[in-house]
């Protein structure tokens, strides 16, 4: 235990010299500062001095505490903690297993008398804890703004800094095995931002196919109550006849959209779930606070399928339900269990490694 503590410490140290460690904590207190400039008043926003009445927004739509909460949910978390400070992040410790299994530096960690699991786990967690400083400064100091300029005291926002947490040690353990492997920073680094894109690009492929099965879900409904009423009503085959081309058409594509879904969703199933877990802060936000973040438009006719009878309202709903549907095992339990099975992969390979 004092041979890992020693290492986790010798390993923060170094971690804690970069100057990339303070620019990062520097810019979060700027974003904090940035968001405490502006307010909301009964005639619309302020920044600083500066007074701009908005007649779609202010005290009268949404309360100071939710506009601050919106703030913090709907764009520093994911603009700033799930985006640009976690490339921040990765650029700061891409660099720890090269670094570590070069040739000098693997010698003396070696001779060390502690196990080589447990050296890299070691190294890992030291990549994890730079990462937890700036989230945890970054969530307090909102969550004290929040408290004292909207004057709510919220503590499930603190449930930000374990979800980003988990959020970057998804694309650690890629980091960590390719930096292992390749010994090198650059390409750890790029080629984790590639994967970073992967998921992202099936991520989309997944809420595009959903997207467009919910709509033709709720098409092909309408059609069929048409259809149903038409028949009960007794009405002739002149009207009946298009209703039913159009419980096929929709049946038809309907089954098209399902198929793409199912593959999209497999592979979605199998890879972190990147945006799902940072999500988990505005459903935890909705639950428990009782707040509606960025609520639905007004009715609005939205043309898809064969019925143009659905609104966006209903849309938003329908997919919002199936959304938060998806229970917290399969976004955090699947995404942890490929992490693991990375983490496990990178310990085999650096055990039987010959340095």
């Known amino acids: 235990m004092i041979q890992t503590l020693a290492l986790l410490h010798a390993a923060y140290r170094e971690l804690n010299a970069r100057k990339l460690f303070w620019v990062t904590l520097a810019l979060s207190g700027l974003i904090v500062a940035a968001m405490a400039s502006v307010g909301l008043n009964e005639e619309g926003l302020t920044v600083l001095w500066w007074q701009f009445d908005l007649a779609f927004l202010n005290t009268n739509i949404m309360p100071v505490d939710v506009f601050y909460k919106f703030i913090f949910a709907n764009l520093a978390v994911p603009y700033w903690l799930a985006w640009l400070a976690t490339i921040l992040a990765l650029i700061s410790t891409a660099s720890i297993f090269p670094d570590m299994v070069s040739g000098g530096s693997i010698d003396i960690l070696l001779s060390k008398p502690i196990g080589r699991t447990r050296l890299f786990l070691t190294r890992y967690l030291t990549g994890l804890l730079f990462v937890m400083l700036q989230v945890g400064v970054f969530t307090i100091a909102a969550f004290l703004l929040i408290g004292f300029r909207g004057g709510s005291w919220e503590p499930w926002i603190l449930i930000s800094i374990p979800l980003v947490l ?19 920073t650059i390409a750890s680094f790029l ?23 919910t709509a033709l879900e709720i098409s092909l409904q309408y059609s069929q109550e048409d259809l149903k009423e ?9 009207v009946t006849g298009p209703l039913q081309e159009m419980c096929d058409e929709d049946q038809e594509s309907l089954d098209t959209w399902e198929s793409f879904h199912v593959w999209f969703f497999t592979a979605k199933t199998i890879l972190p779930k990147t945006d799902e877990t940072v999500d988990l802060l505005e459903r935890v936000l909705r639950d428990r606070t009782g707040m509606e973040i960025g609520g639905p438009p007004e009715r609005q006719e939205m043309m898809f399928g064969a019925n143009q009878r659905i609104s966006n309202r209903e849309f938003r709903d329908r997919l919002q339900e199936t959304m938060d549907d998806r229970s917290v095992f399969w976004i955090i339990g699947t995404s942890l269990l490929f992490e693991f099975a990375v983490l496990g992969l990178v310990c085999w390979y650096f055990s039987r490694r010959d340095f």
């Open 166 to 184: 988990l959020f970057y040690s998804y694309l650690f353990s890629i980091c960590a095995l390719l930096g292992t492997i390749t010994r090198s």
């Open 230 to 238: 038409a028949v009960d009503a007794g009405d002739p085959i002149e």
């Open 191 to 213: 080629i984790t931002i590639l994967f970073w894109l992967l998921i992202f690009g099936v991520n989309s492929g997944e809420q595009v196919t959903l997207a467009g099965r």
